[in-house]
C-alpha cells in the first residue's frame, strides 16, 4: 500500500463515488493544484495508480477538459470566452486587448511565467459577455479597454 498524502486524498475523494473511474475529475484537480497548476505526465500516471485505472483513461479525460493543463502554465491565467454570445459583444476585441497587453497570443505564456492566455470557448457566463477568468474568477462584462487594469491586477 503507498504512504504518500496525495494517495491518501485521493482514496478520500475516492470513497464518495460508487466507481473510481466517477473519481477521475476531483483526483486530477487535486494533482494539478499539486503540480503547480498543470499535470505532468507523472501525475496522470499518480492519478492512475491512486484510482486503479489505466494511464490512458486518466490520460483521455485530462485531455478532453480544457481546465486541465497537459502543459505548463503561468501562476496566473486569463480565459477570455470566445462563445456566440460573446463574440457578439467583443471578444475579439478584448482578447487583441490581452494579447498587446500581455505580448502573448493565446495558448502562451509570458516570458516571465506570469501570466498564460487562453481563448476558451464558454465560460458559462452568457447573460454577462464577455466573460473573463482570471484564475477561475469571472470578470464579466469585460469591454477592451478594461483589459489595461486587469493586466495590472495580475503584476502586482
Not at 500500500?1 to 476531483?26: C, H, K, N, W
Not at 499535470?39 to 478532453?64: C, G, I
Not at 463574440?87 to 516571465?112: H, I, K, S, Y
Request: proline share 6%.
Amino acid at each position: 500500500m503507498r504512504e504518500t498524502a496525495f494517495y491518501d486524498e485521493v482514496q478520500a475523494i475516492r470513497a464518495g463515488y460508487p466507481e473510481s473511474r466517477s473519481a477521475v475529475l476531483p483526483a486530477l484537480r487535486l494533482a494539478q493544484e499539486q503540480h503547480e497548476g498543470w499535470l505532468p505526465p507523472e501525475a496522470l500516471r499518480e492519478v492512475a495508480d491512486a484510482l486503479d485505472l489505466a494511464p490512458a483513461q486518466v490520460e483521455a479525460v485530462a485531455s478532453f477538459y480544457d481546465m486541465f493543463h497537459l502543459e505548463p502554465v503561468g501562476r496566473h491565467l486569463v480565459e477570455v470566452c470566445t462563445n456566440l454570445s460573446c463574440a457578439l459583444v467583443g471578444a475579439q476585441q478584448v482578447l487583441e486587448a490581452f494579447e498587446q497587453e500581455l505580448g502573448v497570443r493565446p495558448g502562451e505564456t509570458t516570458e516571465d511565467s506570469t501570466v498564460t492566455l487562453r481563448a476558451v470557448e464558454c465560460a458559462g457566463g452568457c447573460g454577462r459577455a464577455v466573460v473573463v477568468a482570471v484564475d477561475g474568477r469571472y470578470h464579466e462584462p469585460v469591454k477592451a479597454e478594461d483589459v489595461p487594469a486587469i493586466v495590472e491586477g495580475l503584476r502586482k
